[in-house]
């Protein structure tokens, strides 16, 4: 645990954040469960829009999307979970991600429900040791007014293992 | 004086004189007295040396004086050009080059003080020159230079406004400003050895002495002074109703201005001087005629007087307007360019798509004058990018100079096509592989002198290096009249490195054999020599031109040479494509790869080891569908004709079946990140008019 709290601190720091530590999440629905996506990586979300498929590559990969004149990926995150394949509602959304190496990429979501804000002791890390057993998506469980939040690790989500 | 602004222009500017520099002392190997060739390579020398000692490069300073004050000793004829002095100097470039590169990384030239060269340069000077101190001899030479102009023979020292040549226009204006009681002056301004803005403080000279009078002439042209086409003095005539003493304080106001003289311009006298001078010009012209003759057999006294006229008219004709530009600039540009013909390319979409009646012919009108527009646009765009593949290509005479040297191999390079132009992108890339293929020729491709003897060819094996441009495509050649690809021996190393089954090789083509070589590891040479072998080469090749949407191919004939052939796209951003449906999904293939279109029966198609193939007209092409390729979804049902697209990749055609044509479209290359690069038949995306995304198909990829 003491490992984790160290790597929280840097996390933390990195952030600019002075205590207490606020960090915000926005809240999308996945099947059943309630996940949360750390604001600061999130560009955009936009509407469900026809998406070009591209042939030959993992079956999570949707195709593209024209976001304002640039060609952008976009995952199931259902199919990376191995939930059954998404059914598109007028709540389906796509999160437009940020990540530095690699560009944008969106993520599909079936619906996109709040903003929260949680301090750091709202969040219980999930130890590493849980992790390299199973495939999990997740840093951390966000308690919010009695609800709980997954929070998702999105370098593990976003990237294929082996570009870990 | 902070000089870290300057320190990009420094970096630049250096370049460009290193490279003329290389260039010149190449020609002068060949004809070692060519004064033009001398010049050019003191003028450069010295610039060098003066912005290296603005900048406070001490080192680089020292080393480019030294160099000057030899090329000063050959320009006045006291040292003959010979072997070891080229060698030399081509050192003294290399270790330039050093101090540039690590001022282009550090801003600092670094603590080598390359002591040899200088002694090396110094014993040229003193073994063979007339002994004089250098540092007396090197400000004496221009001097000298100087008073040896035939028109200003009458003239003080350095008043070189009466050089000016004035004409029957200027004389009359003159005349008359003269007449209306106004004064006339001949100016000329010296600017200070030390000045880097020599083009800068011209214009302040200009403008100050403009609020005094009128400028009516400048020696050099107002052009050239701007593009800081002249050494360290300009000369100008002026119009005005202040006295010499008021114009020459408004020159010598200005900072970094050394002096300025001048005198009241006498139109006999000046028309007299004008005169002589077009006499001197007409003996130029007639030299000029009979260069070849005149060079070798150049009298003392007529050389220097060429010399000084020549090179103010050799200087104008290569002249353009420049303007630098950051290529980040040039991209956006370019971006934004695009995002224009997308937005034309959608509203060129709305239009057909919508039941216009026959009263808006009108807003078709101006949505085809738009579309011309952009294509316009476009095109001007990308030739802004364009660059001479020259800049390239400059080095390699260079570099086959010192394979000679190093490989003991006599070759001649020839190059054509310098002027072609290409994408900076693809320019700044192809350096390197052509620089492969240049070393793999002289390596591997050409013979020794002995076994060329043998062969009955010249004992100087040639390279030949042909850019030019095909379509949308630009061709680059290196070929050889070397040994060529030993077919079996490739094959007998591929067999070896288990590459290939020795059943597999019975098999293959010519061709195909010859292929392997791009494979990586793949190096057919018997020794390893550090010029080229190590395995490292053509696939490095491949890979590079691949990257840049472009191919490689060679053909070879055993004992007689071969010949490599890059094929690179004009450009890598917007092309022309044509758009086909399969399944229901839309595809972009560039038009540059397709051969031709055609209609074909089902019972066209036959069955060559269970694989698919048409005749056509004569070739056997492999068919390709598409819809089974690409995975798609939702296959029509097709029992009637079929749409081949025939492709191409070098010589090799395949047939690629789609559902339908759409047609020709210009469109806009989108990277499609990170995350989807892993299938390879796509080798990009585009924008359509109605904001959907269509896939652009490699077809280099698919054959």
């Known amino acids: 645990m003491d490992a984790l709290k160290v790597n929280n601190k840097v996390q933390m720091n990195e952030d600019g954040y002075s205590e207490p530590v606020i960090v915000q999440f926005i809240v999308v629905k996945i099947g059943e469960e309630q996940y949360g996506i750390n604001i600061k990586y999130i560009e955009n979300i936009v509407r469900m829009q026809h998406i070009t498929r591209v042939p030959q590559v993992p079956a999570y990969l949707k195709g593209v999307i024209n976001l304002r004149g640039e060609v952008i990926p976009v995952m199931s995150l259902r199919l990376k979970m191995g939930l059954p394949e998404d059914v598109e509602t007028k709540a389906s959304r796509i999160i437009i991600i940020k990540m530095e190496q690699h560009g944008n990429i969106g993520l599909m979501v079936d619906e996109v429900k709040e903003v929260v804000n949680l301090e750091e002791d709202q969040i219980e890390k999930v130890s590493y040791g849980s992790r390299e057993n199973s495939e999990s998506f997740i840093l951390g469980i966000g308690k919010y007014e009695g609800g709980l939040i997954s929070l998702l690790d999105l370098n593990v989500t976003v990237l294929d293992r082996e570009n870990v | ?703």
């Open chain 2, 1 to 703: 004086m902070d000089v870290s602004q300057y320190l990009e222009i420094f970096i630049d500017e250096t370049q460009e004189h290193l490279q003329n520099l290389n260039t010149q002392i190449l020609e002068l190997e060949q004809d070692t007295e060519n004064m033009d060739t001398i010049n050019e390579i003191f003028r450069a020398a010295h610039s060098l040396k003066g912005m290296a000692g603005t900048m406070g490069y001490k080192r680089m300073q020292n080393l480019t004086h030294d160099m000057e004050n030899v090329f000063s000793e050959v320009r006045n004829g006291n040292i003959k050009v010979k072997a070891n002095l080229i060698d030399v100097l081509f050192q003294c470039l290399d270790a330039l080059e050093e101090y540039l590169d690590s001022i282009k990384e550090t801003a600092d030239e670094g603590t080598n003080d390359n002591e040899p060269l200088i002694k090396q340069l110094n014993e040229i000077l003193t073994s063979k020159g007339e002994g004089g101190a250098p540092e007396e001899k090197q400000p004496a030479a221009p001097a000298e230079e100087k008073s040896a102009a035939p028109a200003a023979a009458s003239s003080g020292d350095g008043e070189k406004w009466q050089e000016i040549p004035i004409g029957d226009s200027e004389a009359s204006v003159i005349a008359q400003a003269q007449s209306q009681g106004m004064n006339v002056f001949g100016v000329t301004v010296y600017v200070q050895d030390t000045c880097i803005l020599k083009a800068a403080r011209a214009f302040l000279v200009f403008k100050a002495v403009e609020e005094l009078g009128q400028i009516l002439l400048s020696n050099p042209s107002a052009q050239d002074i701007e593009d800081e086409k002249f050494e360290n003095d300009f000369s100008i005539v002026v119009i005005t109703e202040k006295s010499l003493d008021d114009v020459i304080k408004a020159c010598e106001n200005v900072s970094e201005i050394q002096k300025a003289v001048g005198g009241a311009v006498n139109l006999d006298n000046a028309v007299a001087a004008d005169s002589v001078k077009e006499e001197a010009e007409e003996v130029k012209e007639t030299e000029k005629a009979e260069v070849p003759v005149e060079v070798s057999a150049a009298p003392a006294e007529s050389a220097p007087a060429a010399k000084q006229e020549k090179k103010p008219a050799a200087a104008k004709p290569v002249v353009n307007r420049t303007v630098r530009v950051d290529i980040e600039k040039l991209d956006s540009l370019m971006n934004l360019v695009s995002e224009l013909i997308i937005a034309k390319n959608s509203l060129v979409s709305i239009t057909s798509n919508a039941d216009l009646g026959h009263e808006d012919t009108a807003f078709n009108e101006q949505i085809e004058y738009l579309e011309s527009v952009t294509t316009n646009l476009h095109e001007s765009v990308m030739k802004v990018r364009m660059v001479p593949i020259e800049s390239v290509l400059q080095k390699f005479p260079r570099m086959i100079r010192d394979l000679q040297k190093k490989l003991g191999k006599q070759m001649e390079l020839y190059m054509t096509g310098e002027e072609t132009e290409l994408d900076r992108t693809v320019v700044d890339e192809i350096g390197d592989p052509l620089m492969h293929l240049l070393r793999n020729s002289a390596d591997h491709g050409l013979e020794s002198a002995e076994v060329r003897k043998e062969r009955g060819k010249p004992a100087v094996g040639e390279i030949h290096l042909d850019a030019y441009q095909d379509g949308n495509n630009v061709i680059i050649e290196v070929s050889d009249d070397g040994n060529g690809i030993d077919v079996e021996a490739v094959k007998k190393k591929a067999i070896e490195r288990n590459v290939i089954t020795p059943e597999q090789a019975e098999n293959m083509s010519d061709k195909e054999i010859v292929d392997l070589l791009f494979l990586p590891s793949f190096s057919t040479a018997k020794q390893v020599t550090d010029v080229s072998g190590r395995g490292v080469g053509l696939d490095v090749v491949k890979s590079k031109i691949e990257a840049l949407s472009g191919e490689v191919s060679v053909k070879t004939k055993y004992g007689e040479g071969s010949t490599w052939t890059i094929r690179l796209p004009l450009t890598l951003a917007i092309i022309q494509a044509l758009m086909v449906v399969v399944g229901d999904e839309k595809y972009a293939i560039a038009l540059g790869s397709i051969e031709t279109l055609e209609d074909i029966t089902p019972q066209d198609i036959k069955l060559v080891e269970n694989k698919e193939v048409i005749n056509l007209r004569g070739s056997v092409i492999p068919l390709i569908r598409l819809d089974d390729v690409l995975q798609v979804p939702n296959k029509r049902e097709n029992n009637g004709d079929l749409v081949v697209v025939i492709v191409k990749k070098g010589d090799k055609l395949a047939g690629l079946i789609v559902d339908e044509l759409i047609g020709q479209q210009e469109i806009v290359i989108k990277s499609m990140g990170k995350f989807i690069s892993k299938c390879k038949f796509i080798s990009g995306a585009t924008i359509l008019g109605d904001g959907e995304v269509a896939l652009i198909l490699d077809a280099n990829a698919l054959i």
